[in-house]
Every structure is written in C-alpha cells, then in structure tokens.
C-alpha cells in the first residue's frame, strides 16, 4: 500500500511576529535561570547530579525551585501562548510577558533564600490565566459558526 503525503499551509496571522518573540524571551528566562543555578551550585560546591543541598534553609535549593517550578509550567505557557496568539497575537504576547516579568520577579525574591519572597512574582499567574482565556475564546471561535 502507497503512502501519499499530503500537506496544508498554515497562513499565520498579522502580527504573530511578537507571539515569536515573547517566545524567545521565555527561552532567555529559562537560561538566566539555568545560569543562576549552576553560578549556586558551583558557589556551594554540590555536584552533580545531586539536584538539591541536604541542609536546611539552602539557598542552592531557593534557586533550583526557581528554575525548576518554572520549568514545571514551560510546557502549558508555550502551547498557551502559540495557541492563542494564533487568535490574538497582540494580546497573547502581552500576557506572555506579563509571565515572563512575573517569572524574573518570582525567581529574584525566591534567590533571596528566603521562598516567601518568591510570592512577590505572583503576579505572572496572571498571564497565565490570560493565555488560557485567549485560547479558549479562540477554541470557541473555530467551533461555534459566526
């Protein structure tokens, strides 16, 4: 039995160009971070591939949590953020950088060593919830006949 290819073109809209950017910032947070991490690590000399100090109060542990809650939602954020940009490009890339500058905020107060600090980043939830809420309206859209 043959296979055939088939193929589609996928027209993106106006503008989407800022959805890609907001994405390439995501990936520079990601390795700022991975960068912080590793500058910790090697201050306090834990090897790998030890992921966490076994003292208590570690700010080693303060900045993997960082990194590593981040990393923990990275997938969501990205599908959210290319989903609904598809829909709302301007308004996606506006809630994806209100993640991304939650997200330098959330990991600068969780570096202090002390996590309650870390909630005054919490704010990027909000870009979160935002991207969720353009994809769905954008899901609706292509389902429900206008």
Request: charged fraction near 15%; charge should be positive.
């Amino acid at each position: 039995m043959a296979s055939t290819a088939s193929s589609f073109a996928l027209t993106l809209p106006p503008r989407f160009g800022y959805v890609v950017l907001t994405g390439a910032a995501s990936v520079l947070l990601t390795q700022w971070q991975g960068f912080k991490v590793g500058m910790q690590r090697r201050k306090c000399g834990l090897k790998y591939p030890k992921m966490y100090e076994d003292k208590e109060d570690s700010v080693f542990n303060c900045y993997q949590r960082a990194h590593q809650n981040t990393l923990e939602s990275y997938p969501a954020f990205m599908s959210l953020l290319i989903l609904g940009g598809l829909g709302y490009p301007i308004t996606a890339s506006v809630f994806g950088m209100i993640w991304v500058a939650g997200r330098v905020v959330y990991s600068l107060g969780y570096f202090s060593g002390d996590p309650r600090k870390r909630l005054q980043g919490a704010w990027h939830m909000i870009g979160l919830l935002g991207l969720l809420g353009t994809t769905c309206v954008f899901g609706v859209r292509m389902v429900l006949p206008v």
